[in-house]
């Protein structure tokens, strides 16, 4: 086995009884001295392993995920900190010709990071691969994927392989906290080289996770735990690529008052592809009832009400595993001041339009009567939804930063502080990065939760890795980095999905009146930046008191110097502060025109950890290869 892993080694294929040996094709030396030099040969291993074997214990491989809608490919994978490495499980349900899986930036197929392994009809290969700028495919010069195993079992053909966080090769993807797009594709054909494949043709697709779990220490749950499933009443999938669906559910009347320790995904048999992400919403209380619904939550017909069902209790998407609370603290629901209603929100992804799919998919929550030390709290971070804060169109990066200051924490925490343990960040569909950084007396201490690959198609509330203690006169910043290359006009803060956002969701203990801790550009600074645009172009922007902002902003000519002033007016101009309780009312003080916080001291971007580096590669390239017949991988 570890000398067929070797870097170089080509093993030749089992030959079958009487077959004679295939012509040798043609290849040319560049070509053959890469795949010599780069190419990992496993034919033989994997049909030693292949003749007999049962499926890899689940047990090594505690997080799964489907990789495409049809369920044809699943993977698993573990994390190990100690070595900074993940290993994968992929299970090939149907195998083909070869499988491509990698990461990307952003899930494209092009400048991709990528495993491959493949078969010419004789022998196959595994090795660690990448794609240029238009997506030719390369054989890379390091090879960082390291195979494990190769395993045929009844449900299909099993390869497990591992890769370091970071390997410091230029053409590699950089394995960190947050999201992941990973990208798949399988060869329906045979190929004699990489630079053969087109994958523009090949069945494809890409699947969002959060690889880095953390790694915590999961609670036990008390005797007295009950269960309580939210899922819909067995409703059919729209036949339709993305559908929304709301439905509304009851407490039981005089419902008292109890803590959510931990919940779970509860999916449908067969939908695993399709449930995309949900959330569990709880309603406002100042409505004695809310309508029973179930439908479209984009439909004309859903109650106005149910736009009332904002305060969340539960979310998961795909990859994610059970949420636990921290054994000091459980979320509160039911008794005095709580509404009986719930709202479950599940986002379907259909891209392959199937009809008829029935599904009864929501979210199993475990409760107790056994009330914990602390009643968990949400608060908000970030930008208040306001059009003050807006983006240009045409931007690549373009960054708004919402602050919760050191003068709100004074007021609201409590001398011990809090505890944040969880984290949901969102933003709408221009959002790429979001980043909530603890400062405390102008230096900055620690990050909160980043992700730097962000996607507002897979938001998950995701446990910390240690908790974040914050103290009164400490301040939270969330800087949001959005794209708007796609767009012609401006993108204005708001509710609208073309409108944006930039939050923070903390899970936190003990609960404080505190539910809301964001800012907005001073209005009186913005009313400024629309009189110098006036004053240094020939289009009057119109600044009548009739005339909204968002109506201003887009009047604006978007030049170089009207997108530079906006930047700048953004980076120093006063802000005004959302220091609020949950009644929606500011704490007492003084929140207008306040000053940006100063910081003094950054953290340092960590510096990647390379692994030691491999050794020398052979001298002397193979010029000739001739590979006997075998027919290579065989469909199951």
């Not at 170089?8 to 089992?14: E, H, K, N, R, T």
């Not at 404080?512 to 110098?532: I, M, W």
């Amino acid at each position: 086995m570890a000398k067929a892993r070797r870097v170089g080694a080509v093993l030749p294929s089992m030959q079958t009884h009487g077959s004679t040996p295939c012509p040798c094709p043609s290849f040319r030396l560049r070509e053959l001295a890469s795949m010599y030099f780069t190419m990992v040969a496993v034919f033989l291993v994997i049909l030693v392993v292949a003749l007999k074997g049962s499926a890899p214990r689940s047990t090594y491989f505690p997080y799964k995920v489907p990789l495409d809608p049809q369920g044809l490919l699943e993977l698993s994978w573990n994390v190990s900190y100690p070595e900074q490495a993940v290993y994968f499980q992929i299970l090939i349900r149907e195998f083909k010709f070869g499988l491509l899986f990698g990461m990307s930036d952003r899930g494209e197929f092009e400048n991709a990071d990528l495993a491959m392994l493949w078969t010419d009809g004789n022998s196959s290969y595994f090795g660690d691969a990448w794609s240029d700028a238009e997506g030719q495919l390369h054989m890379d010069s390091q090879q960082d994927y390291q195979l494990l195993g190769a395993q045929k079992a009844p449900e299909g053909f099993y390869l497990v392989f591992r890769r370091a966080f970071s390997t410091c090769d230029p053409k590699d993807y950089l394995i960190e906290d947050g999201t992941v797009h990973l990208i798949y594709g399988i060869l329906e054909r045979p190929v004699h080289s990489l630079h053969a494949i087109n994958i523009s043709t090949l069945y494809r697709g890409l699947q969002r996770v959060q690889l880095l779990k953390p790694n915590i220490t999961i609670p036990e749950l008390p005797s007295d735990v009950k269960t309580m499933e939210i899922t819909t009443p067995s409703i059919v999938i729209p036949s339709q690529e993305t559908t929304y669906w709301c439905y509304i559910a009851e407490l039981p009347d005089s419902f008292p008052k109890h803590h959510i320790i931990m919940y779970e995904p509860v999916i449908t048999a067969g939908n695993e592809a399709l449930v995309h992400h949900m959330e569990i919403f709880q309603c406002s209380a100042e409505f004695d009832s809310i309508p029973h619904y179930s439908g479209l939550c984009d439909s004309k017909m859903k109650p106005e009400r149910l736009n009332y069902c904002r305060h969340v209790l539960a979310a998961w998407a795909m990859g994610a595993q059970a949420f636990y609370y921290p054994k000091e603290a459980g979320l509160a629901f039911g008794g005095p001041g709580s509404s009986r209603y719930l709202r479950l929100e599940i986002h379907y992804h259909n891209p392959l339009i199937f009809k008829g799919r029935r599904d009864s998919s929501g979210i199993r929550l475990y409760y107790t009567a056994s009330l914990r030390p602390h009643d968990a709290g949400i608060m908000e971070l970030g930008l208040v939804y306001t059009p003050v804060m807006a983006v240009p169109p045409g931007e690549t990066s373009f960054i708004l930063t919402g602050y919760c200051t050191d003068k709100c924490t004074q007021k609201a925490l409590p001398t011990d502080g809090i505890r944040i343990f969880a984290s949901q960040l969102h933003t709408h569909l221009a959002g790429r990065k979001v980043v909530t950084v603890l400062s405390r007396d102008g230096r900055e201490q620690q990050v909160v939760n980043a992700d730097r690959h962000y996607s507002p198609h897979f938001q998950e509330i995701r446990m910390l890795k240690e908790l974040v203690a914050v103290f009164p006169g400490d301040e939270l910043i969330t800087t949001c980095t959005y794209n708007t290359e796609d767009r012609s006009k401006v993108t204005v803060g708001g509710f609208g999905i073309m409108e944006e956002m930039c939050v923070n969701y903390v899970h936190y203990y003990p609960q404080t009146q505190l539910e809301l801790c964001k800012s907005a550009v001073d209005p009186g600074y913005l009313h400024r930046y629309f009189n110098l645009v006036n004053r240094f172009n020939d289009e009057e922007v119109c600044m009548c008191p009739q005339v909204s902002v968002p109506q201003q902003f887009s009047s604006i000519p978007w030049n170089t110097f009207n997108r530079d002033v906006l930047k700048s007016l953004y980076s120093f101009a006063p802000i005004s502060v959302h220091c609020n309780k949950s009644s929606a009312v500011r704490f007492p003080g003084e929140w207008e025109k306040q000053p940006l916080p100063s910081i003094t001291k950054t953290l340092k971007e960590p510096q990647p950890h390379c692994p030691p580096t491999p050794g020398p590669h052979p001298a002397v390239p193979v010029v000739k290869l001739c590979l006997g017949g075998g027919k290579g991988f065989q469909r199951s």
